[in-house]
């Protein structure tokens, strides 16, 4: 799999030009009669028509068409958005996202909870999405969280062991890093290796703490930018691809 991965297959010329954003199928049913579309240098007059994205070249007004099939975009989920394509109720993360995206089939790759900061992949790649999600592959996703006590030795060595959550299920082993604590407050970074419901919450819960704040900082090898503002996305960089998917860090 290659970021901007280009179809293998052939696709009907109409749905090629309008999953590519250049209109609806019927606005490319007449751009098509008009003459607007070439392929191979041949003007084709009907959307029917099957073509290879990967070997054909298409011309849509004079300017080539290039096929992206997949695409990939990393947002900086704000608090009061829900991880969801549609709700009735609550703001969406789609909603932050520009509608130049509006054509490809988008969604996020997991759920951060509505309160929940940080690092959320946005895709239509439901491949990327199961290699990423599946328990099987044990993918470690690091968060930064504020919790409302004290933290020591033996919070570390008890999430190290494996926490006992509410419902009796016991967490795999998960790394505790204290960077700061006091009375009243502490600051961690916690990474897991796992994605049950809530799960960040409910850990600090099984130890009478409460998290204050949650922020996903890290999932496989990819880190949330430094430069990439709450409330925004761009697409991933090839280098930003492969840490995500290879869980190599940059
Ligand atoms: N764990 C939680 O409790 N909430 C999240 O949003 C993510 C992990």
Redesign the pocket.
């Known amino acids: 799999m290659k970021l901007g991965e280009l179809m293998g297959e052939k696709i009907r010329l109409d749905k090629l030009l309008s999953n590519m954003g250049k209109g609806s199928r019927s606005e490319m049913k007449d751009a098509l009669r008009f003459g607007g579309v070439k392929v191979n240098g041949v003007t084709v007059r009907t959307g029917k028509e099957k073509v290879d994205p990967e070997k054909d070249e298409i011309l849509y007004k004079g300017i080539q068409v290039v096929y992206v099939k997949h695409v990939y975009l990393i947002l900086n989920k704000p608090d009061g958005y829900i991880s969801a394509t549609e709700d009735k109720f609550h703001k969406t993360v789609l909603e932050l996202i520009s509608s130049d995206f509006d054509h490809y089939e988008l969604f996020p790759v997991g759920?951060?909870?509505i309160d929940?900061e940080g690092l959320l992949i946005i895709t239509n790649d439901g491949e990327l999405a199961h290699n990423l999600l599946a328990p099987k592959k044990h993918v470690p996703k690091t968060?930064r969280a504020i919790i409302n006590g004290p933290l020591g030795d033996l919070a570390i060595k008890q999430f190290e062991e494996g926490i006992s959550l509410d419902d009796g299920y016991k967490c795999k082993p998960a790394e505790l890093e204290i960077i700061s604590t006091s009375k009243s407050e502490s600051e961690v970074k916690l990474t897991i290796h796992e994605g049950k419901f809530?799960?960040?919450?409910?850990m600090f819960e099984a130890i009478d703490l409460k998290?204050t704040y949650?922020q996903?900082i890290k999932m496989n090898g990819l880190s949330l930018p430094d430069d990439l503002p709450v409330g925004e996305f761009r697409p991933l960089t090839e280098e930003e691809f492969v840490a995500l998917t290879q869980g190599i860090d940059l």
């Open positions: 759920r951060l909870d929940t968060y809530h799960q960040v919450k409910r998290v949650l996903r």
